[in-house]
T-cell receptor
Framework: KNEVEQSPQNLTAQEGEFITINCSYSVGISALHWLQQHPGGGIVSLFMLSSGKKKHGRLIATINIQEKHSSLHITASHPRDSAVYICAVRSQGGSEKLVFGKGTKLTVNP | GAVVSQHPSWVICKSGTSVKIECRSLDFQATTMFWYRQFPKQSLMLMATSNEGSKATYEQGVEKDKFLINHASLTLSTLTVTSAHPEDSSFYIC????????????FGPGTRLTVL
């Protein structure tokens, strides 16, 4: 079993819909990252969380440390949001390595 | 702020040649940089961790003599794929951890390597 599990693997939505992508992890963490990867490959760091909630524009990320779960929400989705969204965690205990989920491919249709 | 660049963005080379990829932190100093490889439809796999001024730490299964990493300054790390073969064709991505900001990593745009 992966240390980091994302759901769903694939998600298709209509423009304007509210999107939720989930990430569950099995280890104690010091930080969780949400990343966006567009076709063509470039990766953008969206959020780094260790507790609570962060908001940037139409994107909201939440984390529940006790439940080992994080969600990424996109409000008023747009076709340009189409990308792969990746959850990555940094374990407690000093290692700087990130453990990555397999990603959620989001397609937003006009 | 916190921009990481990679050069080149893509490269095509012949089998047996060596290719150097640069990773630069443009507006911050990075004591640690990470090199990842991503095959199609797969997630990122960490290849090595490089700390400025010291030898890189390679992940299990990654040949250090094939993937040479140099982190000579706080803003530049290089990955050289030596004697490249078609199976080395992949997307190579670096990330950089800002000095003093232990939990953060900022990713470069990646370099697509195709070995003919």
């Amino acid at each position: 079993k992966n240390e980091v599990e994302q759901s769903p693997q694939n998600l298709t939505a209509q423009e304007g819909e509210f999107i939720t992508i989930n990430c569950s992890y099995s280890v104690g963490i010091s930080a969780l990252h949400w990343l966006q990867q567009h076709p063509g490959g470039g990766i953008v760091s969206l959020f780094m969380l260790s507790s609570g909630k962060k908001k940037h524009g139409r994107l909201i990320a939440t984390i529940n440390i006790q439940e080992k779960h994080s969600s990424l929400h996109i409000t008023a989705s747009h076709p340009r949001d189409s990308a792969v969204y990746i959850c990555a965690v940094r374990s407690q205990g000093g290692s700087e390595k990130l453990v990555f989920g397999k990603g959620t491919k989001l397609t937003v249709n006009p | 702020g916190a921009v990481v660049s990679q050069h080149p963005s893509w490269v095509i080379c012949k089998s047996g040649t060596s290719v150097k990829i640069e990773c630069r932190s443009l507006d911050f100093q990075a004591t640690t940089m990470f090199w990842y490889r991503q095959f199609p439809k797969q997630s990122l796999m960490l290849m090595a961790t490089s700390n400025e001024g010291s030898k890189a730490t390679y992940e299990q299964g990654v040949e250090k003599d094939k993937f040479l990493i140099n982190h000579a300054s706080l803003t530049l790390s290089t990955l050289t794929v030596t004697s490249a073969h078609p199976e080395d064709s992949s997307f190579y991505i670096c990330s950089a951890r800002p000095q003093g900001r232990y939990n953060e990593q900022f990713f470069g745009p990646g370099t697509r390597l195709t070995v003919l």
